[in-house]
T-cell receptor
Framework: KQEVTQIPAALSVPEGENLVLNCSFT??????LQWFRQDPGKGLTSLLL?????REQTSGRLNASLDKSSGRSTLYIAASQPGDSATYLC?????????????FGPGTRLSVLP | DTGVSQDPRHKITKRGQNVTFRCDPI?????LYWYRQTLGQGPEFLTY????????KSRLLSDRFSAERPKGSFSTLEIQRTEQGDSAMYLC???????????FGEGSWLTVV
């Protein structure tokens, strides 16, 4: 059974700092991996998707990497801003169902202090 | 593109009552998903539809839960004989079968008292 963990559970940083969020998964047979952002009491917004054949994806100040063999992904946020404060969730799609659903981690709650 | 809509946003119900949530996906999206999320946890997959066909159900979806998507448009998730353990946020999401990006609604909060 695929399990996804995220470290740290919570993180508080001053504005402007670069930071890294970590995601680990137990089964390397994945179709893809996505990072999502969730604001309190709201739904999820997809940030980056990495296909199993890819190593990284970039969007603006965000960069996500994938090391499938070791079961790890990182989300790098450059020059953090207070508006980045949210919970960041990592999710993997098992290969055996061709990406039809996701297994989510518990998330990392990020606070960026002005 | 008005996004994924869910209704109601909040529902408080007494244990044993039935509740129904509705999801309106983005209009051209043929895949629709239901997830459940409890505080401090990531969402857990419940079920998904391609058009009107329910293609996969999680073991989390007990006999008290039923989901439908008549005509492949909106979907409903009904919980019968609610229990306190059903208290959670129920998230709906949709996407095109040919696309990778999945769009989530803002969720329906259920509190069973």
């Amino acid at each position: 059974k695929q399990e996804v963990t995220q470290i740290p559970a919570a993180l508080s940083v001053p504005e402007g700092e670069n930071l890294v969020l970590n995601c680990s998964f137990t089964d390397s047979a994945i179709y893809n991996l996505q990072w999502f952002r969730q604001d309190p009491g709201k739904g999820l917004t997809s940030l980056l998707l990495i296909q199993s054949s890819q190593r990284e994806q970039t969007s603006g100040r965000l960069n996500a990497s994938l090391d499938k063999s070791s079961g790890r992904s990182t989300l790098y946020i450059a020059a953090s801003q207070p508006g980045d404060s949210a919970t960041y969730l990592c999710a993997v799609s098992p290969r055996d169902n061709y990406g039809q659903n996701f297994v989510f981690g518990p998330g990392t709650r990020l606070s960026v202090l002005p | 593109d008005t996004g994924v809509s869910q209704d109601p946003r909040h529902k408080i119900t007494k244990r044993g009552q039935n509740v129904t949530f509705r999801c309106d996906p983005i209009s051209e999206h043929n895949r629709l998903y239901w997830y459940r999320q409890t505080l401090g946890q990531g969402p857990e997959f419940l079920t998904y539809f391609q058009n009107e066909a329910q293609l996969e159900k999680s073991r989390l979806l007990s006999d008290r839960f039923s989901a439908e998507r008549p005509k492949g448009s909106f979907s409903t998730l009904e919980i019968q004989r609610t229990e306190q353990g059903d208290s959670a946020m129920y998230l709906c999401a949709s996407r095109q079968s040919s696309g990778n990006t999945i769009y989530f609604g803002e969720g329906s909060w259920l509190t069973v008292v």
